[in-house]
């Protein structure tokens, strides 16, 4: 299994949004996906129509109370995807790991072996904290998604500051997979701007694909429904397919192993 974590310690740069359609994407495409909820937000459940109500499994009770991964995870409503929802609950975590022995190794464990499914999205929260480091830590590699906004890169260099010190302390294998460019909006100067200066510096590291600001990508969580679902067609999730694509591409020819 390929294990993708999607982090960037800013809020509402789209990660959510990203994990989900990313996602359905795979699944789409035939990859037996798990998508992990790590934000004790649980936007990610909710996006793929696990509403809170539903969620009797939870990331916290893998990552904190060592349930097997088989036990905390749920079909979504998406054929081909797999959930592993967030609760409240969660948000605790942080603390209650804090005196335990390999804390940042955790979901690591748990996740090493699994052969259930092809690839695995973690939807890390906006933090840095010990959540997002449990992430990096089980993670093959990360998908970094950055808003075209002023300050994106001085966010961005703390973001690969932290990738380096994980690379060498914790999980010397570390790769970045790419940078996705969201909420790119055409009419706006700064943004056209911010993505150009991205480029340069970080070349080809970020994603051909960029994703538009698209209004049908923020209604769709409100349904209960990845973008993908509640409408293929539009700008958004042409854009998100595109992306997966190109993430497909990206990828190891490891699907099929454990
Ligand atoms: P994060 O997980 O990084 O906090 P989200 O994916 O939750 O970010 O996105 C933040 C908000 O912006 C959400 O309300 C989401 O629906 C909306 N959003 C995300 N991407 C887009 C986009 N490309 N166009 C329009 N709205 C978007
Ligand atoms: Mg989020």
Not at 165 to 181: S, T, Y
Request: aromatic share 4%.
């Amino acid at each position: 299994m390929i294990v993708i974590a999607i982090a960037n310690q800013k809020g509402g740069v789209g990660k959510t949004t990203s994990a989900i359609n990313t996602a359905t994407a795979m699944a789409a495409s035939g990859w037996r996906t798990l998508l992990i909820d790590l934000d004790p937000q649980g936007n990610a459940s909710t996006g793929v129509g696990v509403a809170a109500s539903e969620r009797d499994v939870s990331s916290y009770d893998l990552l904190v109370d060592d349930a097997p991964i088989e036990d905390c995870t749920i079909r979504s409503a998406i054929p081909g995807l797999d959930l592993i929802p967030a609760t409240v609950d969660l948000s605790g975590a942080e603390i209650e790991l804090v005196n335990v022995d390999e804390r940042t190794q955790r979901l690591k464990k748990v996740l090493a072996d699994h052969a259930g499914h092809d690839v695995c999205f973690i939807d890390c929260p906006p933090s840095l904290g010990l959540l997002t480091l449990n992430a990096l830590c089980a993670a093959d590699t990360l998908l970094v998604p950055l808003q075209c906004e002023f300050f994106a890169l001085e966010g961005l260099s703390q973001l690969l500051h932290t990738v380096e010190q994980v690379q060498q302390r914790f999980n010397p294998d570390l790769g970045i997979i790419g940078i996705a460019l969201t909420m790119f909006d055409r009419r706006n100067r700064l943004t056209d701007q911010v993505a150009d200066d991205v480029r340069e510096c970080l070349g080809d590291l970020v994603f051909e694909s960029v994703i538009p600001r698209n209004v049908r990508l923020s209604e769709a969580p409100s349904h209960g429904l990845p973008a993908l679902v509640y409408d293929h067609s539009c700008a958004g999730s042409r854009a998100y397919m595109a992306l997966a694509r190109e993430l497909i591409g990206r990828l190891p020819e490891r699907r099929k192993a454990a």
